[in-house]
C-alpha cells in the first residue's frame, strides 16, 4: 500500500468520526472497527464527500466482548500488510452497571479490556509496519477515580448509581493511562510508540445513556460548547506529527499537548505491571472459557 494506514476504533460518531475525517484529507488509508453497520456505511458516504480518492475498509465488531476484539484483530492484521496507526477511542460512560455475555462490566470491557486485546492482536503487525504508533483515548476524569486496586477493579461487577459512574468511569479511563505506560516500556520505540491523551470536554455521544442527552447535545452544540475538533487535534497530533515521533509512554492534554503525569493511584511502575498481569490473567481465563 503507497498509502499510510491507520485503523480507528469508535469512528463512527463523536471524536472518532472527527479524526477519520481528518485523517482521510491527510492521504491515510483507514480501517473502522464499528459496532453499527449501518453508522459504518453514514460514515463511508461521508468520508467520500471529503476527500478525493478516499479508501476505508470496514470491520464490525462489539467491544463490549472482548472476543470480538480480538476477532477484529485477527482480521486487520489478515487483511493489511502493514499497519501505521492505531486508534483506541471507542469509550462508554454507563451510569448504571450492565454485565457482558462474558461476564465483565461493560464500562470496563469497552474502555479498556477490548483496546487491551485488539492491540495485542495488532502488536506483530505495528511492529513489523514500523516506525507505527498507537494513540489510546483516556480522560481528565482518571484524576477522579479515588485509587486502584487491579485485581478487584477489573472483575467488579456489583451494582452502582449514576453518582457512583463517575468515579468507575475514571478508573477505565486510569487504567488506559497505567497501560499505556507500562505498553511502552514493553515496546521497541523504534518500532512502535505509544501515548495516551485527555481531549478535554466534547460534546459526544458517550454520555448517551443520561436522560436528556441528546437535548443537552443541541444545546451545547448550539452554544458552541465541546466541539469535538478540538478533542480530535490532539488525537491527529499524536499519530501524525514528527514531534511525537520519538516520544513513547506519554500522556498528553488537549491544552497544548501539555504533558501531563499519570494520576498519583496509578503512577508506579510496580502498580502498572501488576495491571497488566492482572489484565493479561483475566484475558486468558476469558479465552479459556471459549469467549474468544
Given at each position: 500500500?503507497?498509502?499510510?494506514?491507520?485503523?480507528?476504533?469508535?469512528?463512527?460518531?463523536?471524536?472518532?468520526?472527527?479524526?477519520?475525517?481528518?485523517?482521510?484529507?491527510?492521504?491515510?488509508?483507514?480501517?473502522?472497527?464499528?459496532?453499527?453497520?449501518?453508522?459504518?456505511?453514514?460514515?463511508?458516504?461521508?468520508?467520500?464527500?471529503?476527500?478525493?480518492?478516499?479508501?476505508?475498509?470496514?470491520?464490525?465488531?462489539?467491544?463490549?466482548?472482548?472476543?470480538?476484539?480480538?476477532?477484529?484483530?485477527?482480521?486487520?492484521?489478515?487483511?493489511?500488510?502493514?499497519?501505521?496507526?492505531?486508534?483506541?477511542?471507542?469509550?462508554?460512560?454507563?451510569?448504571?452497571?450492565?454485565?457482558?455475555?462474558?461476564?465483565?462490566?461493560?464500562?470496563?470491557?469497552?474502555?479498556?479490556?477490548?483496546?487491551?486485546?485488539?492491540?495485542?492482536?495488532?502488536?506483530?503487525?505495528?511492529?513489523?509496519?514500523?516506525?507505527?504508533?498507537?494513540?489510546?483515548?483516556?480522560?481528565?476524569?482518571?484524576?477522579?477515580?479515588?485509587?486502584?486496586?487491579?485485581?478487584?477493579?477489573?472483575?467488579?461487577?456489583?451494582?452502582?448509581?449514576?453518582?457512583?459512574?463517575?468515579?468507575?468511569?475514571?478508573?477505565?479511563?486510569?487504567?488506559?493511562?497505567?497501560?499505556?505506560?507500562?505498553?511502552?516500556?514493553?515496546?521497541?520505540?523504534?518500532?512502535?510508540?505509544?501515548?495516551?491523551?485527555?481531549?478535554?470536554?466534547?460534546?459526544?455521544?458517550?454520555?448517551?445513556?443520561?436522560?436528556?442527552?441528546?437535548?443537552?447535545?443541541?444545546?451545547?452544540?448550539?452554544?458552541?460548547?465541546?466541539?469535538?475538533?478540538?478533542?480530535?487535534?490532539?488525537?491527529?497530533?499524536?499519530?501524525?506529527?514528527?514531534?511525537?515521533?520519538?516520544?513513547?509512554?506519554?500522556?498528553?492534554?488537549?491544552?497544548?499537548?501539555?504533558?501531563?503525569?499519570?494520576?498519583?493511584?496509578?503512577?508506579?511502575?510496580?502498580?502498572?505491571?501488576?495491571?497488566?498481569?492482572?489484565?493479561?490473567?483475566?484475558?486468558?481465563?476469558?479465552g479459556r472459557t471459549g469467549a474468544a
Amino acid at each position: 500500500m503507497s498509502r499510510p494506514l491507520a485503523v480507528i476504533t469508535g469512528a463512527t460518531s463523536g471524536l472518532g468520526r472527527v479524526t477519520a475525517l481528518d485523517l482521510a484529507r491527510r492521504g491515510y488509508r483507514l480501517g473502522i472497527v464499528a459496532r453499527s453497520g449501518t453508522r459504518a456505511a453514514a460514515l463511508l458516504e461521508e468520508l467520500g464527500e471529503a476527500a478525493d480518492d478516499v479508501r476505508a475498509d470496514v470491520f464490525l465488531a462489539d467491544l463490549s466482548l472482548v472476543a470480538q476484539a480480538r476477532r477484529a484483530g485477527r482480521e486487520i492484521a489478515a487483511r493489511y500488510g502493514r499497519v501505521d496507526v492505531l486508534v483506541n477511542n471507542a469509550g462508554l460512560h454507563a451510569f448504571s452497571q450492565r454485565i457482558t455475555a462474558e461476564g465483565m462490566a461493560e464500562m470496563t470491557a469497552v474502555n479498556y479490556l477490548a483496546p487491551f486485546a485488539l492491540t495485542h492482536e495488532l502488536i506483530g503487525t505495528l511492529s513489523a509496519s514500523g516506525p507505527a504508533r498507537i494513540v489510546n483515548v483516556a480522560s481528565e476524569a482518571a484524576r477522579h477515580a479515588g485509587g486502584i486496586t487491579p485485581a478487584a477493579d477489573l472483575r467488579n461487577t456489583l451494582p452502582y448509581t449514576r453518582r457512583a459512574s463517575m468515579a468507575l468511569y475514571g478508573r477505565t479511563k486510569l487504567m488506559t493511562i497505567m497501560w499505556t505506560g507500562e505498553l511502552a516500556r514493553r515496546l521497541d520505540a523504534a518500532k512502535v510508540t505509544v501515548n495516551c491523551c485527555d481531549p478535554g470536554f466534547n460534546v459526544t455521544a458517550l454520555g448517551r445513556d443520561l436522560p436528556g442527552a441528546a437535548v443537552v447535545q443541541r444545546v451545547l452544540r448550539t452554544l458552541g460548547v465541546g466541539d469535538p475538533r478540538k478533542g480530535a487535534g490532539i488525537i491527529v497530533r499524536l499519530a501524525t506529527d514528527p514531534a511525537f515521533a520519538d516520544i513513547s509512554g506519554g500522556y498528553f492534554s488537549v491544552r497544548g499537548a501539555r504533558p501531563l503525569p499519570c494520576p498519583e493511584p496509578g503512577r508506579g511502575e510496580q502498580v502498572q505491571r501488576e495491571l497488566w498481569s492482572q489484565t493479561v490473567s483475566l484475558l486468558d481465563r476469558t479465552g479459556r472459557t471459549g469467549a474468544a
